[in-house]
Every structure is written in structure tokens, then in C-alpha cells.
């Protein structure tokens, strides 16, 4: 394991953040979240963003982003919900580590309200499962581990933890 990253991927919302800091504390890791790493590069926000340049030029940016950090390792990397669906970005990444695919029920993300000014959560619950349905095959592809313990951030911690000790 020792220098590899640790990738996690999932739906927006799905914990990816919260249960990356908590590895990071038990693992003694640095945390890098694509989305923060954008935001701060860019100097605006994934809404301002979206809003501007659209969707393709934001997919283009965690592109790059994928790609540098592909190139580092011993991180902890939170990935944008979006970002497997380039295989251009995916691909770098899970060869520089194991991917585990957060896989948090949608309409439980949905119903906890936690979604917030996210661009491509603004369409209602429906929607929302549905570009899970959509998305779903893609994240099985990349995942090498499929968590399912979503009772609390440190319960996702330590599946995630338990598999990687194994
Ligand atoms: C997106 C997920 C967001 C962010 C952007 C697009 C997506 O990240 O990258 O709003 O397409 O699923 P989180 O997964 O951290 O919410």
C-alpha cells in the first residue's frame, strides 16, 4: 500500500470530503479535494464556474487536476462526483492507487438536504436519481472496493480502513 493514493469516488454528497479528513488523521495522509483545488486555482467557485464556462471547461480543468495528482503520491484524494466520466481523468488516477467507490444510497443524499448550490443538483429528486442510474456503471467500472456503511463518517472511515488492512 504505502505510497499509493487513496482514490474516493461516489455521487455528489456522498461523504467523499468528511471521510477523506478522517483517513487522513488516522492514516497521517494529506487530504486533497479536486473541487478545492479548482476552486482555489481558479480563484472562483464551482457555481461561478459552471455559471461562466460551463460544464465542458470545468471537466477539462479537473482533467488537469487528475492528472497532476496522479503524478504525486501517498495522498488521500476526494474526487468530484463528476470526474470519473472522463476515462482522460479517471484513468491516471487509479493507476497511481485503489479506488473505492462511496456508494451512498441518492435518495438518502437527496432527503438530508445536504446538496446545497451543487450546478447539477438543482433539477429536483428525480433527476437527481437519475443521473445516479446513469452514473452508476461508471463508478462500478473504476472501483476497485464499493463501501455501503453510510450510518457515520467514521463507520465509512473504517470500512474503507478494514479493507485496506486486509
Ligand atoms: C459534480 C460534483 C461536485 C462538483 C461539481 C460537479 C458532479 O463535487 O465537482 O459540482 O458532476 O457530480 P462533489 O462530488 O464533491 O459534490
Known amino acids: 500500500m504505502e505510497g499509493r493514493n487513496i482514490i474516493l469516488i461516489g455521487m455528489m454528497a456522498s461523504g467523499?470530503?468528511?471521510?477523506?479528513?478522517?483517513?487522513?488523521?488516522?492514516?497521517?495522509?494529506?487530504l486533497v479535494d479536486t473541487d478545492a483545488l479548482i476552486e482555489h486555482r481558479e480563484g472562483r467557485t464551482i457555481p461561478a464556474i459552471f455559471a461562466q464556462d460551463g460544464e465542458d471547461h470545468f471537466r477539462a480543468l479537473e482533467?488537469?487536476?487528475?492528472?497532476?495528482?496522479?503524478?504525486?503520491?501517498?495522498?488521500?484524494v476526494s474526487c468530484g462526483g463528476g470526474l470519473p466520466?472522463?476515462?482522460?481523468?479517471?484513468?491516471?488516477?487509479?493507476?497511481?492507487?485503489?479506488?473505492?467507490?462511496?456508494?451512498?444510497?441518492?435518495?438518502?443524499?437527496?432527503?438530508?438536504g445536504v446538496l446545497g448550490d451543487r450546478p447539477l443538483a438543482q433539477d429536483g429528486r428525480a433527476a437527481f436519481l437519475e443521473r445516479f442510474?446513469?452514473?452508476?456503471?461508471?463508478?462500478?467500472?473504476?472501483?476497485?472496493?464499493?463501501?455501503?456503511?453510510f450510518s457515520s463518517p467514521e463507520?465509512?472511515?473504517?470500512?474503507?480502513?478494514?479493507?485496506?488492512?486486509?
Do not use: C, N
Open 63 to 76: 482533467q488537469q487536476t487528475a492528472e497532476t495528482l496522479s503524478h504525486q503520491t501517498g495522498l488521500i
Open 155 to 166: 463507520a465509512t472511515a473504517d470500512a474503507i480502513l478494514e479493507v485496506l488492512e486486509a
Open 133 to 149: 442510474a446513469q452514473r452508476e456503471p461508471v463508478y462500478r467500472r473504476w472501483a476497485d472496493h464499493i463501501i455501503t456503511d
Open 16 to 30: 467523499k470530503t468528511t471521510v477523506g479528513g478522517l483517513l487522513a488523521d488516522r492514516l497521517g495522509r494529506a
Open 85 to 112: 466520466l472522463r476515462p482522460q481523468a479517471m484513468a491516471p488516477l487509479k493507476e497511481s492507487g485503489v479506488v473505492f467507490w462511496l456508494r451512498r444510497d441518492p435518495g438518502a443524499t437527496y432527503d438530508s
